[in-house]
């Protein structure tokens, strides 16, 4: 194993995470790994932006978002628009 792939790894937390649109999700606090396979599977967020998660994570520390979803990581991490297409469905769903 390369020794610097835990320095990258932890490189993660703290970063704050967007959406491919530019909108903000959260903020890295840990990963979740699948240590066999020596890969990042999800990224666990707190300081959600409450517009997109709202009531549905209340009451939680926060989410984990599958690192598939993870577009590209420079200063911020940016991720697909599923989450903001989530937020879509539920307020379509309310207004039916």
Not at 26 to 33: A, F, H, K
Not at 61 to 85: F, H, Q, S, T
């Amino acid at each position: 194993m390369n020794d610097d792939v835990p320095q990258e790894i932890t490189s993660l937390v703290g970063r704050e995470v967007y959406s491919k649109n530019g909108v903000f999700v959260g903020q890295v606090e840990d990963l979740r790994l699948d240590l066999d396979a020596e890969t990042v599977t999800g990224l666990a967020l707190t300081s959600l932006n409450d517009e997109l998660f709202g009531t549905q994570t209340a009451g939680a520390r926060g989410v984990i978002l599958p690192y598939r979803w993870v577009r590209a990581v420079g200063d911020v991490i940016l991720v697909n628009d599923v989450v903001e297409r989530m937020k879509e469905e539920e307020n379509e769903e309310a207004a039916a």
